[in-house]
């Protein structure tokens, strides 16, 4: 019987224990004697969001079919589990051995928001592993950064010893090979550094300095150590269907966010929406084949005995076998019982017809994404969509039976006027008319349109990261005026409109930007006691404004001012593939409200084609 790492009585004490205790269906277990790696994979929030990252599954399975490596799973405690961790001086621990995060050899932390940045801080702190990277010792593990915040790494540059930019599939084994000659060898921690400075995607911090202009701007950010190079490009996975895929996926013990099987059917997406940054970084497009994703479907709900499956891409209408997988996965499993979820389809005939056989329509709800209300901002932003195929779209689901549709907008775009924000609601309603169209024996009693504004935030890698953004004020009086106007409309009764919260927003735009001058930031907050900052029940922006003054730091330099042209960003050592000039050139496009074809349309040279395939070459060799 393994030793919890947690006695009873604290496990009695605290809301959902089965966070803590590891040991689920397909949890990996070896003996630590036996190997010469041990290797805390971390997700910096609760486990139930934590347990449904795909790419955590991917690396953990990947790094344990390695006889030499044992890969452990590691979450942030929920406030009430933190308090008594600090009050009994409880390290913070792995879910299979229960052994402290301290005594492993690395400590991977994979970083999806720009709002869990305080969370990493507690796992730093509950392991008891110096915050800055500089102060770490031999007997410290390896602290390595993930994810799609790591294509800006620098607010957390003192933070990490090193990060892995790009997909986990290709460099990891060297890096790992490497470690195990250098472990064996008794070389020092900073020789280690130096030695994977050189593998390409791996970027060191304390390799680097930065240098400031007399106005705050960045004026030179190089290399400090022969060993490290000027530029940093991040890894691709050319060949995903053969990549590495978890067959055996570990079953969470309480309901995750995401209780089931996912298949990853493509990476990258074709459309080119000029605020989205994964549709920036994650080109080309690469498609998975078909055959091999209904022989995953079957494996893995038989080792897993989930009973929902759901394809993951960016745009998953955009898979050119869509058709035949979705066919497939109906008639091979509706009749055990196994519900299927297609999100990220755009709302065609097709889509519609597939969803009437997989969905209960009584129960659902259909998404659309127009994220703008006219469709002067549509073409501002690159969406490839008009407000006929929004109608359409809706038009042929009300037909089909379907009363509840969810409309996802942004406020604060680039060129944003107040007849743009007014259209969201009039949009709203016209989707609502739609429904009323419908002769009154057909319908189903009434329909429901919720729309919901989230706020623009500027990323690196995308054409309008040059934008300025709003202040907390001036995103609520935009969605002020939005809510106004609908309760203007005809169909107001029918209409429901929600925004997310301005002052999140704000702090992301900082983080989403901000050099390595905001880790002091981001520091003082998690000492002010700021934690689970995406959880609304936890969020305190009053302890962030006092983090901001305390260090005095401006937010309106990072925030409200709109780039130059030729201004260094923090991230401009990090080569994506796709080239600065492009996104330059979308951005004079967006002000002019040109629209750009998707890349199976027409390539628009944006410099992705520099990795050798995807759909950079369908059809040409």
């Known amino acids: 019987m393994r030793k919890l790492a947690l006695d009873d009585e604290i496990l009695l004490n605290i809301e959902k224990p089965a966070r803590y205790i590891g040991g689920e269906v397909n949890a990996v277990m070896k003996d630590p004697s036996k190997v010469d790696i041990r290797f805390a994979m971390c997700f910096p929030d609760v486990y139930e969001i934590g347990m449904s990252h795909l790419g955590i599954q991917i690396l953990y399975d990947m790094f344990n079919q390695r006889e030499d490596v044992w890969c452990e799973r590691v979450y942030s405690p929920w406030t009430d589990l933190d308090k008594v961790m600090r009050e009994k001086k409880i390290p913070l621990f ?29 796992i730093l702190d509950l392991s008891g592993i110096p915050l800055h990277a500089e102060e770490r010792t031999e007997k410290d593990p390896i602290v390595i950064g993930g994810g799609p915040c790591t294509y800006n790494p620098e607010p957390l540059a ?82 995903v269907t053969d990549a590495p895929y978890p067959m055996k996926p570990v079953v969470p013990f309480i309901k995750a966010t995401q209780d089931r099987v996912v298949l990853e059917i493509q990476r990258g997406c ?56 979705v066919l497939f996965l109906i008639d091979e499993f509706k009749e055990k019982g196994i519900n299927i979820s297609l999100p990220s389809l755009r709302i065609d005939a097709f889509s519609l017809d597939v969803m009437n056989k997989v969905q209960d329509i009584r129960k659902s709800s259909l998404t659309f994404a127009p994220e703008a209300g006219s469709q002067r901002m549509r073409d501002v932003i690159n969406k490839g969509l008009t407000e006929e195929d929004i109608l359409e779209g809706a038009g042929q689901a009300f037909e089909g039976g379907w009363t509840k549709v969810k409309l996802y907008f942004m406020l604060g775009l680039p060129t944003e006027k107040e007849e743009d924000m007014k259209e969201i609601a009039r949009l709203s309603d016209r989707v609502a008319r739609k429904y009323y169209e419908i002769p009154k024996e057909q319908r189903h009693g009434k ?15 995308t054409p309008f990261q040059w934008a300025s953004m709003c202040t907390a004020e001036e995103y609520v009086r935009r969605a002020s005026i939005v809510k106004h106007e609908f309760q203007e409309q005809l169909n107001r009764k029918s209409l429901r409109y929600n925004w997310h919260d301005a002052e999140v927003t704000v702090l992301e735009g900082v983080m989403a930007r901000g050099d390595r001058r905001i880790g002091k930031v981001i520091e003082r907050a998690y000492e002010l006691g700021c934690l689970f900052d995406s959880w609304t029940e936890s969020f305190n922006n009053d302890l962030w404004m006092q983090a901001f003054a305390e260090t005095e730091t401006d937010i309106a330099f990072y925030n409200l001012r709109e780039r130059k042209p030729d201004e260094l960003f923090p991230w401009d050592f990090i080569d994506v593939g796709v080239k600065r000039s492009f996104l330059y050139k979308e951005w004079e496009r967006a002000m002019q409200g040109v629209v750009t074809p998707n890349c199976r349309m027409q390539c628009s040279g944006c410099g992705a084609a520099g990795f050798g395939g995807g759909v950079c070459y369908e059809g040409k060799n």
């Open 447 to 461: 329909c429901q349109i919720t729309a919901s504004s989230s706020f623009f935030v500027p990323k690196p890698f």
């Open 94 to 122: 792995a879910l299979e051995s229960q052994d402290p995060v301290r005594e492993f050899d690395f400590l991977g932390i994979t970083i999806q928001f720009e709002m869990c940045y305080t969370n990493i801080l507690q």
């Open 270 to 325: 074709i459309r080119g929406c000029r605020f989205c940054q994964a549709g920036m970084i994650y080109r080309p497009t690469r498609e998975r084949s078909v055959e091999r994703l209904k022989e995953y479907a079957r494996t893995m709900l038989e080792n897993t005995g989930h009973e929902e499956i759901s394809l993951s891409s960016l745009s998953s209408s955009d898979y050119s076998e869509l058709k035949e997988l």
């Open 158 to 239: 003192e933070f990490f010893d090193l990060f892995y930019i790009g997909e986990g599939e290709t460099v990891y084994n060297e890096l790992l090979d490497i470690y195990k000659e250098y472990k064996a060898a008794g070389k020092s921690r900073r020789e280690f550094l130096e030695a994977v400075a050189g593998i390409e995607g791996i970027y060191v911090p304390q390799f680097y300095e930065a240098e400031y202009n007399e106005d705050g701007t960045l004026k030179s950010f190089s290399p400090q150590n022969e060993k490290a190079p000027e530029r940093v490009r991040k890894q691709v996975v050319m060949d």
